[in-house]
């Protein structure tokens, strides 16, 4: 009676930290979420486990000038990594050594959800890790000289996401360690993280200080720091003015995400079906947020733009029609074969 009691207790708490994990990608990534929630409950579940852990490791870094000092925080990132290692050699890191109240009930919340999302869909720990070390990067921001630079950045803070979702949504049929399948998802979050930071230009220089925007790239277009905190300044006092140079400097870098967002297509028949939708949509969804930046004149400095609800159910309609398309092909592909 006691066995079944310890039990009864046990699935309760996955269930409620799973519940936590909804709530937290719902409420925290609108256009991930929309993407995401036609999911299968199991691997919806998942995915916002694993966005849960990612939203903690950079909410511990976006923070740290608000409510502690830089050491505290590696501590806190330290910490994250040693239980993240502790989910693959079998015993839980206590989250009670978290220095942080607040940080702790978060973890508490999420970390019975990601323990399990990990079990069930052996998810390895590269992901994981190279997602903290993204932040730790963050943490002891620096400049961004080049472009490679910007994608090697971009890879651990947004690739390490889509490594750590590709087993959760890989087709049964295919191997999910498969290494084009794998650099596909990773290129997907490196275009989608490419679109955060055209999205976020104002943001960052005005509440972290930080620029995204290669040097190279700013040289090239004659553009400064001074010169990008100016125009920030002045669009959230009304005075918006987007010079030439930083439309050309925008664009130049979206075109570079563009490149990242395409190898998707390729490889979405890899993905499970009920997981094909969700993905399309997401890429598709997440990289026209950079035409609501446009539709605003390139003002991403004063207000963080975003896709509307019809925009997202016509977008949606898209990637359906794209995946009616690739499953057409692959039908008249094996037909021939036959």
């Known amino acids: 009676m006691i066995a079944a ?6 699935i ?19 256009s991930f979420y929309r993407a995401f929630s036609r999911l299968s409950e199991e691997r919806f579940n998942a995915v916002a486990a694993v966005y849960a852990f990612c939203r903690y490791a950079d909410d511990l870094v976006d923070d740290v000038f608000a409510s502690r000092t830089a050491a505290q925080t590696e501590a806190l990132l330290e910490n994250l990594e040693k239980t993240v290692l502790s989910l693959y050699g079998g015993r839980v890191q206590d989250a009670s050594r978290t220095a942080d109240e607040a940080l702790k009930t978060s973890m508490e919340e999420w970390l019975p959800a990601l323990t399990d999302t990990v079990q069930r869909f052996s998810i390895p720990k590269d992901g994981f890790l190279a997602q903290i070390r993204g932040q730790y990067l963050d943490l002891h921001f ?10 090697e950045y971009c890879r651990l803070v947004a690739g390490s996401v889509g490594l750590m979702l590709a087993p959760i949504l890989a087709d049964e049929k295919i191997n999910p360690c498969d290494e084009d399948f794998l650099s596909a998802c990773e290129n997907l979050g490196i275009g989608m993280q490419i679109t955060n930071i055209l999205r976020d230009i104002g943001e960052d220089i005005l509440t972290r200080n930080r620029i ?13 720091k001074d010169d990008i905190l100016h125009m920030s300044k002045a669009a959230v006092q009304g005075n918006i003015a987007i010079p030439a140079q930083f439309t050309a400097l925008w664009e130049e870098l979206s075109r570079l995400g563009t490149g990242f967002y395409n190898d998707y297509v390729r490889y979405l028949m890899y993905f499970q079906s009920s997981c094909r939708l969700s993905v399309a949509a997401a890429a598709l969804i997440y990289q026209a947020i950079e035409d609501e930046v446009r539709k605003n004149g390139y003002n991403c400095f004063s207000r963080r733009c975003s896709t509307s609800k019809l925009t997202k159910f016509k977008l949606i309609l898209k990637a359906t029609q794209l995946i009616t398309e690739l499953q057409s092909r692959k039908a008249t592909a094996v037909s021939k074969e036959r």
């Open 212 to 224: 995204y925007l290669p040097q190279d790239m700013m040289i090239t277009h004659n553009l400064t």
């Open 142 to 151: 620096q400049d961004i000289k080049t472009s490679d630079e910007l994608i």
């Open 5 to 10: 009691q310890n039990e009864d207790k046990t």
């Open 12 to 30: 309760t708490v996955l269930e409620q930290s799973y519940r936590a994990a909804r709530i937290l990608i719902k409420n925290r990534a609108k």
